[in-house]
């Protein structure tokens, strides 16, 4: 099993900047790719970024130039640096992590709990 904390989220004001954290625990030697998800309130779950172990990457396309996902393997950890945030970003940030043999650019064998991402004006 693997388990997955986020750590990060907060509330910030329109074009400010936040990073979030997904740190990995458990058998962390069958995951391939981590990413994030994000939930905004009566929406859909939808991709953010994903980031393979061996460094590709797949953003949502909306998203690009904006956030950037990044990780550190020798830390079992995925990043998230969010620039030039505006409201729609509000939305519970889920990290997400999968198995090799797994689709790498949807990450989804394993969930952590969110966390709260609130962008005032």
């Known amino acids: 099993q693997v388990q997955l904390v986020e750590s990060g989220g907060g509330l910030v004001q329109t074009g400010g900047s936040l990073r979030l954290s997904c740190a990995a625990s458990g058998n962390i030697f069958s995951i391939n790719a981590m990413g994030w998800y994000r939930q905004a309130p009566g929406k859909q779950r939808e991709l953010v970024a994903a980031?393979?172990?061996?460094?590709?990457?797949n953003y949502a396309d909306s998203l690009k130039g904006r956030f950037t996902i990044s990780r550190d393997n020798a830390k079992n950890t995925v990043y998230l640096q969010m620039n030039s945030l505006k409201t729609e970003d509000r939305a519970a940030y889920y990290c997400?992590?999968?198995?090799?043999?797994?689709?790498?650019?949807?990450?989804?064998?394993?969930w952590g709990q969110g966390t709260q991402v609130t962008v005032s004006t």
């Open positions: 997400a992590a999968s198995r090799y043999g797994s689709t790498w650019s949807l990450p989804g064998d394993y």
């Open positions: 980031i393979a172990r061996s460094g590709p990457t």
